[in-house]
């Protein structure tokens, strides 16, 4: 295998596990949020509870952090005018020390940054009331421990101060005996929560169960959070909302002649992606906006590339799709992002390698020339030695030192 | 061609003001052993609406025809001949029951073709359904339980079996039987292993006699009986398909009364997902779906994957959620005959398991 193909594969292996990453934390909001949102007396969804993903809270002046600032928290969940929580998904944590503690460092600004009376809370049909809220921090199975007793040492150093309800919830795969087999939700330590029959849920590991997360009508066929997906699966998104919007004669004509190209801008993109119910409910101007259009317009440069796309002329964001019933449109997105990423790292990698022969050689250049001058100092010096000790012996030359102490001559002319 | 025959062949392909007169020219052309055969299928929006669209450019173009009345004969001419379809035109009888199943009949090469021709010109509007083997004992039962002098038996049968260990392979069993097998116990041996028919070739004793065959996308055919037949097979076991068939509708954002989805289960007796090779053997069963996309996402050990179907634009979610059972998400937009393609392509290639709620 060429070293081209073997990044070639790094990369896709790469991509996938980014794009599992992603989905894993989408999974992770969406169950915890559904959780959060679960009335255990009723059994039922809590009727005017709302679940928001990325909402832009305000801090206070008194923030330790970030003083009078917007923050967005991953998810945001009002069960009640009295009642939220802020979760926070770090899926994915850095094996080298250093890394590791430079991640759980941001970790814990962030949460001491939502550790304060945070305003801008979702006020549906003009009720007003700051409720009391969590903060959770939803984490890998196999970050978790690790992560928790590094937490619990900053706390006990003092390092680390919440005031507020605070929770390390893991996310993990786990295969029950009895063969059920589902990622559940398992909060760890003395974590806790506000509502103390959640925490003994949570303690008590919750496995979760997609069938119900897909009914929930906020966020139940949700595939993105407020970041950036991996290419493949944004590009992939939006093949499939293209497909959803085709009427039956572009189907037919797709069938028969092979494609068919329709037109449509970046933001009709970004709303199919949005009507498909791909994103979670958007409730007031303060929810983020997802997908970003950048996001989309990446995906889309990259079907330009793929020549699945063509920019409209004279029109910046409208573009040409020609579609086709292509097979594993998905796994050619992902060959695709992965080769060019090869591809740019082996142009990187040869250019440095034209950088330093070129720098090798202009060094190895700029040391003969150097040596080439100290031997001709040298050779120089060497005849100009004896010359001077006879104009010495001579008496034609009268050595004498010089105010500052330094040796010099007296006599007619250079030597 | 005999004169005799001549006249009941040309009985057959006349026009006839109801079904049961269609149904005794049919039979009548069986005697002679004309080839007379059928096929199921379920129409969107109705099958006046989908005739209606042979007015269309592409149907036009192609040479749909149909009469004006019930039942209706649709003709189109045969592109590239064949020898068993040597003729210039083809067409079937149409006809639609009350509980909206479309049923073909004519000769049974042309039935076969005119089926073809409407799924690649009609994609979307026209779906198959599909038989689970669970269904034909039940149905036979019906039937015998209504004339107790019916006697049904098995003559032969294509199964599909799961054999193997570790890298289990779906092996295809045909058995023709000496002496027909009663269909009771034929079934019940049929439990024992894991098998699920494709197709069963059946013999009917009682007051009429009949002979016939059906396969799993409904297709039919007769040589021997054919009103007994169609009375006491192929009705009872549409009964069942549409009673069946609730079960697919309105399940997508669009179309369930509560906005939201409805997920659907395919549940297994035995622990199949224990084994992780078998979520590779089902992603490729998958990707063999035809006029479908399937992205997977996580393959194992849990499987997430998501399927589009080209044909009408439906988009669903695969989880394995344990050891024994299939979860299947429908999108924003989801139809029942895709689901309904969906489940029996897993049921098929894969193996058959029970399709019920998810959320009961």
């Known amino acids: 295998m060429s070293r081209l193909d073997r990044q070639r594969k790094d990369h896709e292996t790469q991509l996938r596990n980014a794009v599992d990453n992603y989905q894993q934390t989408v999974l992770a909001l969406k169950a915890f949020g559904n959780e959060i949102l679960f009335d255990d007396q009723t059994r039922t969804l809590s009727p005017g509870g709302t679940a928001h993903c990325g909402r832009k809270l305000r801090t206070s002046a008194n923030n330790r952090k970030s003083k009078e600032e917007e923050q967005k928290p991953d998810l945001v969940v009002q069960r009640s005018l009295q009642l939220a929580t802020i979760a926070e998904a770090k899926l994915g944590f850095p094996t080298t020390p250093n890394e590791f503690e430079g991640r759980i460092s941001q970790c814990l600004d962030q949460v001491e940054k939502y550790d304060d009376d945070l305003t801008g809370w979702y006020n549906a049909g003009g009720r007003r009331g700051t409720p009391a809220h969590d903060i959770v921090l939803l984490v890998n199975y196999e970050d978790a421990k690790r992560v928790e007793r590094e937490l619990r040492a900053r706390r006990e150093a003092g390092g680390f101060v919440v005031t507020r309800s605070f929770s390390v919830i893991s996310i993990a795969n786990i295969r029950r005996a009895g063969g059920v087999f589902w990622p559940e939700l398992d909060l760890l330590g003395d974590g806790r929560l506000l509502d103390a029959t959640k925490t003994e849920k949570l303690a008590n590991r919750l496995p979760i169960h997609p069938e119900k997360l897909a009914t929930n009508p906020q966020f139940g066929l949700a595939e993105l959070y407020d970041c950036e997906p991996p290419e493949p699966l944004m590009m992939n998104l939006v093949w499939r909302g293209i497909d959803a919007i085709l009427t039956q004669e572009q189907r037919d004509a797709v069938r028969f002649d092979g494609f068919v190209e329709l037109t449509a801008s970046l933001q009709e993109v970004c709303d199919l992606i949005r009507q498909r119910g791909w994103t979670f409910l958007r409730h007031d101007s303060r929810d983020v906006d997802v997908p970003d259009t950048t996001w989309v317009s990446r995906a889309i440069g990259r079907f330009v590339s793929m020549k699945w796309a063509t920019r409209v002329e004279g029109q910046r964001e409208s573009f040409r799709f020609t579609y086709k019933f292509r097979r594993s449109p998905y796994e050619q997105f992902v060959r695709f992002v992965a080769k060019r990423r090869a591809y740019a790292d082996e142009t990187a990698r040869k250019k440095a390698e034209r950088q330093e022969k070129a720098s090798h050689k202009k060094g190895q250049a700029q040391k003969r020339a150097e040596a080439q001058r100290e031997a001709t100092r040298r050779e120089r010096e060497a005849k100009r030695m004896p010359l001077l000790e006879n104009a010495i012996r001579n008496g034609t030359l009268k050595p004498r030192r010089t105010r500052k102490g330094k040796a010099a001559f007296e006599g007619p002319g250079r030597v | ?360």
């Open chain 2, 1 to 360: 061609m005999a004169g005799g025959m001549r006249k009941t062949v040309a009985s057959l392909y006349a026009s006839h003001s109801s079904i049961p007169h269609l149904l005794a020219a049919a039979d009548r052309a069986c005697r002679h052993s004309f080839p007379i055969g059928g096929s199921l299928l379920h129409a969107r929006k109705g099958l006046s609406q989908l005739l209606s669209r042979f007015a269309e450019t592409r149907c036009k173009l192609r040479g749909f025809e149909v009469s004006h009345a019930s039942p209706y004969r649709i003709s189109l001419p045969v592109r590239n001949p064949t020898p068993k379809l040597k003729a210039k035109a083809v067409g079937a009888f149409a006809w639609e029951d009350e509980g909206g199943l479309v049923f073909l009949l004519g000769q049974t090469h042309e039935v076969r073709y005119v089926v073809h021709e409407l799924q690649s010109y009609l994609a979307g509007e026209v779906t198959a359904v599909y038989f689970r083997t669970s269904d034909i004992p039940r149905s036979l039962g019906d039937a015998c339980r209504q004339d107790d002098q019916l006697e049904i038996a098995v003559s032969g049968y294509t199964a599909s079996i799961l054999q193997g260990g570790q890298d289990r392979q779906i092996k295809t069993r045909r058995e023709w039987f000496t002496s027909p097998e009663p269909f009771q116990d034929f079934f019940s041996e049929l439990e024992d292993e894991t098998q699920w028919v494709r197709s069963l070739h059946l013999q009917l004793l009682g007051q009429a006699s009949a002979r016939g065959r059906v396969s799993r996308d409904m297709s039919f055919s007769c040589d021997m009986g054919l009103q007994v037949f169609f009375h006491n097979v192929i009705h009872p076991l549409a009964r069942v398909i549409n009673a069946r068939r609730e079960l697919f509708a309105k399940r997508s954002v669009e179309e369930s009364p509560s906005h939201t989805v409805k997920p659907l289960r395919i549940t297994y007796d035995s622990r199949l997902f224990e084994n992780v090779r078998e979520n590779h053997r089902l992603i490729h069963t998958l990707r063999k779906l035809p006029d479908a996309t399937v992205s997977v996402f996580h393959p194992n050990p849990f499987l997430h994957a998501a399927v589009t179907d080209y044909t009408d634009g439906s988009s669903f979610t695969i989880w394995i959620v344990n050891d024994s059972s299939l979860l299947i998400v429908p999108g924003t937009r989801t139809t029942s005959g895709s689901l309904e393609r969906f489940c029996n392509h897993v049921n098929e290639y894969f193996s058959e398991g029970r399709v019920e709620e998810a959320l009961e």
